[in-house]
């Protein structure tokens, strides 16, 4: 799965959680197209500049972030901080699609997009 960084999150992206063995996770308004051991690549404006892999996916209101308080009433996919790879001066490979599933699209609307194998999903609205 491609996950879009926006501009205002990717200098805390980077930081590592102070907390040992915490798990990182990504929050979304809708249920994310992923499953647990699916690769997550991370993009800024497009590029890679990351990857993890999925470890857990939570619905919304079972926890937030304990740093912020924020992101309680999204999904959040999570992934372990030694799956995480800076791709930035890297030369490993990003397999097309970004997702270890095949058949999958990327679907746009606005700033959001995500990557899907689902043919009735035509933006991220849809799964709200």
């Excluded at 040992?20 to 979304?28: A, G, H, L, T, V």
């Excluded at 404006?45 to 304990?66: F, K, L, W």
């Excluded at 599933?101 to 606005?110: D, I, K, L, P, W």
Aim: glycine content about 8%.
């Amino acid at each position: 799965m491609k996950i879009n960084v926006p501009p205002q999150s990717r200098d805390h992206f980077w930081e590592e959680p102070s907390i040992p063995d915490y798990c990182e996770f990504w929050s979304f308004r809708w249920r994310p197209p992923c499953r647990e051991g699916d690769d997550l690549i991370f993009l800024f404006d497009g590029i890679p500049v990351a990857r993890a892999v999925c470890c857990y996916i939570e619905r919304p209101g079972q926890s937030r972030c304990e740093r912020t308080g924020k992101y309680g009433g999204g999904w959040k996919v999570f992934w372990l901080p030694e799956t995480f790879v800076d791709l930035r001066n890297s030369s490993i490979p990003i397999e097309e699609g970004g997702s270890s599933r095949s058949g999958t699209r990327t679907v746009t609307m606005g700033k959001q997009s995500l990557v899907t194998d689902k043919p009735w999903i035509d933006s991220p609205a849809t799964l709200l």
